[in-house]
């Protein structure tokens, strides 16, 4: 039987607010247990939420940027339910009325083609902090310091197909709540975390298999290799006769699967009801179109400007506005060099595997914009080759300076001299006398082959400085006539 | 003899310098230490750092301060956190919780230079309406020590009318300012939802609860409630809207009041004797001018339901923070953590608090929201509806405040029901959110009975204003319970 995949992602992007949803605390990640906790963090009997209004404005921005209705009033609930690290006993989120409704995001998927991805809601609400079951000799430890951080949780219509789509998406929702500047997207760090509901249904089924919910899937690979290896599960358990149950299941990276944490029997009834200590929260016409009028360029807008401005493939601008540093980058070398194509190329090629192979980030870079511009600029008026220009590369990757420092330290520069590349070819010919006889003798296909051979050769004996185009067309005439 | 003296007289013998604030307090003190174990009214009494606050006011007042609060022995019911003072709730599972910080109530009338004596006892977290829920043991009625104050602010009404102190804080989520306060020959008032802060007042029903004070006059509750009241941004629900100057609003004839006189508050379950006193409140205060008019509030009857449903369903919430984990009680070697939710919450609480927090998740619970929750709201609704109309042509309106004077300590607790109906008329000022007060009426079989002044939102100088006419002309105010 065919199969088809059925996939709604909840995902959870902490905002990067300076301070907690609903207190003045700090937010920073990694600080010593339980200093970022104040008496409402704490719970303290007799403490009230006061809310964030940057996370208001954050999460408004968000909504504009998918297109969603984004509603006059929205309310804070409560969701109730027991855990050392939830002081309040209840988690204040949102329910019946989320700040953000209906909206949707276009993602480009591996082949080129564009696919709509729908978004039911975005909601705000406070993340829990964190049980730490080591060290404690048989106890608990509780931090708080990310008990009250702010959470836009989004949840997308069950509108993705595949595990790879899963990723493109998550991958947009990365790159879009990075380009609004509304959350650092450090998965290692728990900043985007994602929870995916997965069905399967045979071909041509209008309704949907059951459902179970993978929680807390920490990185892009780990999103494809859970949603793979829980729709094989399913398959197989339906083709032996068995039953997907609702469950929420728990993915380990490490043996490649998922097991099960609890049914939908044992599920919380979490009892949500209005928060009475919040107010419902407002939002005036008049603050959206501001934020709007304020919104930067997203990266559907920047990848269809890399088309029609640069000229350059649906694929290449895709690849370079996926991030706001990665476009930002590739502009600052276009603006130098004023060459498009040659600057995707060096970007995408010697700078991503060069960044892949260390692990950076496009802003650690060790080559800078201007470096790379530079060094550009260099093969475009020949002072190097493309060949040398890989040598520069390195050199700068090094530290050894800039493009300009390097050839003139190294001797790199191209020669161009007419004089000295017809020397240098008598030369070459002189030394592989046997070669030309050959050349000579044989048909225009054959030819054709040798013709490398001599080139070779050439470039050989000049280090590679020789001007590649100069000397192709010498080669030809002296091997011609 | 200056435990007879109000708030206000307080402030002008400390204004002549007739007496020190040092030497209020410690004749009060003493006082306390003399006689509140007939009647269990503070939980707390906090002597040294009363007597340094006392110093503290003196030597402001030495150094050219005024104010009317300043030196003023006042206490607080100990659901106000104090800092570096247990604030038990009345609750086994906060006897050990000593607050990191103040309340914002605590915080302004200590600004204004009011002494804390202790922290008052009250029902467990503010459930129940006799004061017998605390942890801490019932409190007596200073009228009748056979009999209940009221609650929950009982031991803030059995303080003020033993005469222990002038004036205390209370909190009214259903009518525990307004109740204890008729049943001990207090005024106390409830202000507008919102109108005092609720940063630092451990909750019980967040929509519903408000602070307020409980003294023996109209002019003693005005001068505590504009310390009180005001703008705070630690409470989102607290209103940005200025101060009225109670004090003054206190003076203003009444000639042309528009009274209304809710007949659903006259009807079956209202004792005859508590009706007639109500009616000679009614006849006095035509005397000084005003006109009365019988109006209807149709949804009254809905009300003791709707409440029963709605605190709860907000107690049963507001109460999860108190799992054993951060701080409370917290149970003998749990064995494992649901063991210790249990545990500890099981013996950290009473018996009324585990029924109301049983009702309220209940009444949460998936499948039975709309049928009780979400009903229990739109009747808040037809309520608050119900006032607004009634409001268009009235400028208050009065009725009782109970339907029963005093009644015997234990005598209504194996019936909550029957406990809970004692609050039927003073529920739905909370339920609405606007303003109530209760003034002394007179007596039945030596039993003090309260009246009971409704405005609207934000009148609170209004019913103020009403009351201190009224005590100008009777003197039912100025009764003091034999032995006290």
């Known amino acids: 039987m065919q199969w088809e995949t059925v996939i709604g992602l909840e995902i959870h992007a902490q905002l990067a607010t300076q301070s907690k ?118 106890m608990s430890g509780i931090d708080l310091n990310r008990a009250g951080t702010p959470l836009l949780e989004i949840v997308s219509e069950p509108d993705i197909r595949s595990a790879k789509e899963a990723v493109a998406y998550v991958k947009a929702i990365h790159a879009l709540v990075r380009y609004l500047g509304i959350c650092d997207g450090n998965m290692a760090e728990g900043s985007l975390r994602c929870d995916c509901n997965v069905s399967v249904r045979p071909k041509g089924q209008a309704e949907f298999g059951t459902r179970a919910e993978i929680k807390n899937v920490n990185s892009f690979r780990f999103i494809e290799k859970a949603i793979n ?47 009475p200590d919040l107010l419902p929260v407002v ?40 991030s706001r540093e990665m476009a930002d980058y590739f502009e600052q070398v276009q603006g130098i060099c004023a060459d498009a194509k040659l600057a995707a190329n060096w970007v995408m090629g010697e700078l991503s595997s060069l960044l892949n192979k260390d692990g950076l980030e496009i802003e650690q870079s060790p080559v800078s914009a201007e470096q790379l511009g530079g060094m550009i600029l260099r093969i475009k008026d020949n002072t190097i080759s493309g060949k040398i220009a890989k040598m520069v590369f390195e050199a700068m990757a090094a530290g050894e300076g800039s493009a300009d420092e390097i050839i003139e330290k190294k001797g790199l520069k191209q020669v161009t001299d007419t004089g000295a590349i017809d020397k240098m070819l008598d030369e070459v010919l002189a030394a592989n006398a046997e070669q030309v006889e050959q050349y000579r003798a044989s048909d225009e296909a054959k030819r054709g082959k040798m013709f490398g051979f001599f080139v070779g050769q050439a470039m050989k004996a000049s280090k590679g400085k020789a001007n590649p185009g100069q000397v192709n067309e010498l080669l030809k005439k002296k091997l011609e006539g | ?23 209020l307090t410690r004749a009060l003190l003493s006082r306390i230490e003399q006689l509140d174990p007939q009647l269990n009214s503070f939980i707390s009494v906090t002597a040294d750092q009363a007597i340094a606050q006392a110093k503290a006011a003196d030597q402001r007042r030495a150094n050219g301060e005024a104010g009317a609060l300043l030196g003023a022995p006042i206490a607080h019911k100990d659901l106000f956190c104090t800092k570096g003072v247990r604030t038990s709730c009345g609750s086994k599972i906060l006897d050990n919780f000593v607050s990191p910080y103040d309340a914002t109530v605590v915080e302004r009338l200590a600004a204004a230079g009011a002494v804390s004596l202790g922290k008052l006892n009250m029902d467990e977290f503010a459930m129940g309406s006799a004061n017998e829920s605390s942890h801490y043991g019932a409190v007596k009625n200073p009228w009748d020590t056979s009999r209940v104050p009221g609650g929950s602010s009982g031991g803030s009404a059995a303080a003020v009318a033993a005469r222990l102190i002038p004036a205390a804080t ?72 200025p101060l009225d100057d109670y004090l003054a609003a206190l003076g203003k004839p009444l000639a042309g009041l528009r009274i209304g006189l809710p007949k659903e508050y006259f009807g079956a379950g209202l004792d005859s004797r508590i009706a007639d006193a109500v009616l000679a409140v009614v006849e006095q ?24 449903v709605i605190a709860p369903a907000e107690a049963s919430s507001n109460l999860s923070r108190f799992d054993g984990v951060r701080y409370g009680y917290r149970c003998e070697n749990p064995r494992d953590l649901q063991d210790l939710y249990k545990r500890s919450r099981a013996e950290g609480f009473g018996a ?33 509806n119900d006032f607004v109309s009634a409001f268009a042509d009235i400028d208050v309106i009065l009725g009782p405040t109970t339907p029963n004077p005093a009644w015997k300590l234990g005598t209504k607790n194996d019936d909550p029901v029957a406990q809970y109906l004692e609050d039927i008329y003073t529920i739905t000022a909370n339920l609405a959110g606007i303003p109530g007060l209760s003034m002394p009426a007179g007596f039945v079989d030596g039993l003090p009975v309260g009246v009971q002044l409704l405005a609207p939102y934000f009148q609170e100088g209004r019913l103020l204003n009403v009351a201190h006419q009224y005590q100008q002309v009777t003197d039912w105010h100025k009764q003091a319970p034999a032995g006290f």
Not at chain 1, 232 to 260: A, F, M
């Open chain 2, 1 to 23: 003899m200056l435990h007879q003296l109000t708030l206000a007289e307080v402030a002008r013998g400390l204004a002549d310098k007739q007496f020190s604030a040092e030497e």
């Open chain 1, 229 to 275: 290896h829980e729709v094989q599960r399913q398959i197989e358990l339906i083709e032996d006769g068995g039953k997907v149950v609702q469950e929420t299941r728990l993915y380990d990276p490490n043996k490649d699967e998922t097991r099960s944490m609890r049914s939908k029997e044992e599920a919380n009834d979490y009892r949500y009801f209005p928060c």
């Open chain 2, 285 to 308: 205060l035509k005397q000084l001018g005003a006109q009365v008019k019988d109006i209807s509030l149709p949804n009254m009857q809905h009300a003791i339901p709707a409440y029963y």
């Open chain 1, 283 to 322: 939002i005036e016409r008049s603050f959206l179109e501001e934020l709007r009028a304020g919104l930067p360029e997203l990266p559907d807008q920047k990848r269809e400007r890399f088309e029609s401005q640069y000229g350059l493939s649906a694929y290449d601008a895709s690849v370079l506005s996926a």
């Open chain 2, 170 to 241: 209370g909190t009214d989520t259903g009518g525990s300012i307004r109740q204890p306060a008729a049943l001990t020959n207090l005024t106390g008032i409830k202000p507008t939802y919102g109108r005092v802060s609720r940063w630092g007042m451990i909750a019980y029903a967040s929509s519903l609860d408000q602070a307020g004070p409980l003294a023996r006059t109209a002019e003693d509750c005005a001068l505590m409630l504009g310390a009180m009241a005001g703008f705070d941004p630690k409470d989102s629900t607290c209103v940005d809207q």
């Open chain 2, 352 to 384: 009324e608090v585990k029924r109301r927090i049983m009702v309220g998740t209940y009444a949460l619970s998936a499948g039975y929201y709309d049928a009780y929750y979400l009903k229990a709201q739109k009747i808040r609704r037809l309520i608050k």
């Open chain 1, 21 to 138: 949803i609903f207190s003045g605390s700090a937010t920073t990640f990694g600080a010593e247990p339980n200093t970022q906790a104040s008496l409402i963090d704490l719970a303290m009997p007799g403490t009230l939420p006061v809310l964030n209004a940057e996370a208001v404005r954050m999460a408004c921005q968000f909504g504009l940027a998918i297109n969603a209705e984004i509603a006059e009033r929205n309310v804070f609930a409560r969701k109730n339910y027991f855990y050392p690290d939830l002081p309040k006993g209840y988690q204040t989120s949102q329910m019946d009325h989320p700040i953000v409704g209906k909206g949707f995001l276009d993602i480009t998927l591996e082949d080129g083609t564009v696919k709509r991805v729908g978004i039911t809601r975005a909601h705000l609400e406070e993340d829990a902090g964190k049980s730490l079951h080591e060290d404690f000799h048989g």
